[in-house]
């Protein structure tokens, strides 16, 4: 396991307590990304160094760590230039890396998808195109001074041109999947089922909760970003009602804007959403902070007008039974505090999932004559069809709908509810 310090630079001394909680963030990262945290270093200067990025003299005292602490490698809490980070490797003879690289390792490591794998390898593509005469490699070392005419420069090139070429190719390949799922999102949008989407800051229990609600078995982890890849099932109500739910990756403040490029087309999918619920983990110091990057993030795709539930998880490891804060809640926006693990609380959020999902759909009882196949074909179409029983001539439908979209059937409307 590779043995790493973490590095933070403050320009403004009254930004002590985001530092403090940025590097928390750090060291969950570098550690899902397989590493161990040695030490933590903090520097403020009212300046960034062109060369170190930090101070001088900072860096030649981190130089003593490293040997002192036999670490391998040195992340800092921020982006470096490719000068930074090259300066930083000489002096340091040790691997240097940013925040970025660490977040664009893990989800190297957790892509499964094809589509997937394609987003992260050009998010890596473009974080590396513009450093590659700044990396610690035998060609860069030779960057500069003497010797480094024709040939060195025309590697470069070449390589900035093969890097280029994939860019290209992996656009086009991206292009191909997404046109393919925005068929099938058309499919389902022409479907009267909604689709709830489950959001959130990573690690807050989105998978946990995808779990509780919808029977499946979805990788579930203390480390960061444990769900890349998309995933709809469907949730089935007490009364025979369901909708479909998706989880999918979470969120992160300073997402670098590679992976937000990269992973637009994944995240643009919550603008079908009919609900967006908004897991937020009620436990973390950081909460507050949490959920105004994740509405950020949500407002910068266009995910506006969409009604929503915040759902403060992880009551269970609340100390005692605090009176739970119930503010600005709306019927349109309501919240709903419950642990996905142990279940409680999941009721009233299904609850709650229904008034909004179904608010403009009614019940109605059916009856149509076995001999009109078009109208007993056409039901899954229009409506969510919740039971269906047979006599010997007709059909009988317990289902809900739009009362505009029933219109057309009311001959066939029964008062029959007793019967059901
Ligand atoms: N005690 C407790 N732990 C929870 C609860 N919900 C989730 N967790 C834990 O929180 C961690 C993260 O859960 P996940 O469901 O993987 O979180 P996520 O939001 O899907 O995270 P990413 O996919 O990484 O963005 C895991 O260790 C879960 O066991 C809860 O209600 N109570
Ligand atoms: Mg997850």
Known sequence: MEKALII?????KKEKHAAAESMQELRGLVESAGAEVLDEVYQFRPQKNPKYFIGEGKADEIGLMIQD???DLVVFDHV?????????????????VDRTQIILDIFAQ????????????????NYLLPRLTGKGTALSRLGGGIGTGGPVEKKLEEDRRRIQERITHIK?????????RTEQRKNRKKSPIPLASLVGYTNAGKSTLFNQLTQENRLVSSQLFATLDPVIRRINFSDGSYCYLSDTVGFIKKLPVELKTAFRA????????DCICHVIDITSSQSLSQVEAVERILSELGVVDVPHIKIYNKIDLLPEKQPLLQKNQTLENPSVYLSAQTGEGITDLKAKLQNI???????????????????????????IVLKRRETIKDYELKLMADP?????????IQGGEETW
């Open 8 to 12: 933070h630079l403050s320009t403004n």
């Open 69 to 71: 602490r036999e670490a």
């Open 80 to 96: 470096l230039t490719p000068i930074q980070q090259r300066g930083l490797e000489d002096k340091f003879q040790s691997k240097v």
């Open 110 to 125: 957790r892509a499964l998808s094809r589509e997937g794998k394609l987003q992260v390898e050009l998010a890596q593509l």
């Open 172 to 180: 086009r390949s991206l292009r191909k999947i997404q046109q393919r």
């Open 266 to 273: 994944t995240l643009e999918e919550l603008l079908e959403a």
């Open 357 to 383: 999902l179904f608010k403009d759909l009614k019940i109605f009882y059916l009856r149509i004559p076995k001999s009109n196949k078009i109208a007993i074909h056409s039901f899954p179409k229009w409506s």
């Open 404 to 412: 505009k979209s029933i219109v057309k059937y009311a001959p066939y």
